[in-house]
């Protein structure tokens, strides 16, 4: 990556707890309900985490490295594409805040380091509003949404 990097901030708010929201993120069989994916490690500092698409295939699509763990408040880790893993340059990093309210938690994601322009710039700048409207859903209604539906025309 070059010196110059770009920033991605979506805050979303959820009514549920911070322990709700932080066990779909880490929880592989919560996540594959909302997201399509299950995202895979033991969480603690310095272990490695797998995003898994969550179908017969089970191709793993990113990995990363968890930096910060701190349930159920924040979560942050290093993400790439898994076939740009051995390139250190290749690597972002997602920043999970969650903030409890009365009633409902806040959820910050910041995924910054991104190169700007990038493929992986560009895919989450799409990616993220989508799965985390499908997080707030599950939580709400116990249903999430398809994060793979396409537009209509």
């Known amino acids: 990556m070059s010196t110059v990097s770009t ?3 979506h805050v979303i708010y959820i009514a ?4 709700s929201v932080f066990e779909a993120i880490t929880r592989p069989e919560i ?3 909302y997201w399509g994916h299950e995202n895979v490690s033991d969480w603690q500092p310095g272990s490695r985490w ?3 698409r969550a179908d017969a295939a089970r191709k793993v699509e990113l990995v990363g490295e968890v930096v910060e763990s701190t349930p159920p408040s924040r979560l942050v880790i290093s993400w ?13 990093r997602v920043t999970f805040d969650i903030v409890p309210y009365d009633g409902m ?6 995924h910054d380091q991104l190169e700007p322009g990038s493929g992986m710039d560009t895919g989450i700048r799409q990616g993220w ?11 709400e ?12 025309a």
Do not use: N, W
Request: net charge neutral; with cysteine; aromatic share 6%.
């Open 7 to 9: 920033c991605f901030i």
């Open 16 to 19: 549920s707890t911070a322990e």
């Open 31 to 33: 996540a594959r309900t």
């Open 50 to 52: 797998q995003h898994v």
């Open 80 to 92: 790439a594409a898994a076939s740009q893993a051995d390139d250190a340059q290749a690597y972002s």
């Open 105 to 110: 938690v806040r959820l910050t994601v910041t």
């Open 129 to 139: 509003p989508l799965v985390l409207s499908s997080l707030k859903s599950l939580l």
């Open 141 to 152: 209604t116990g249903r999430g949404m398809d994060v793979f539906a396409m537009p209509l």
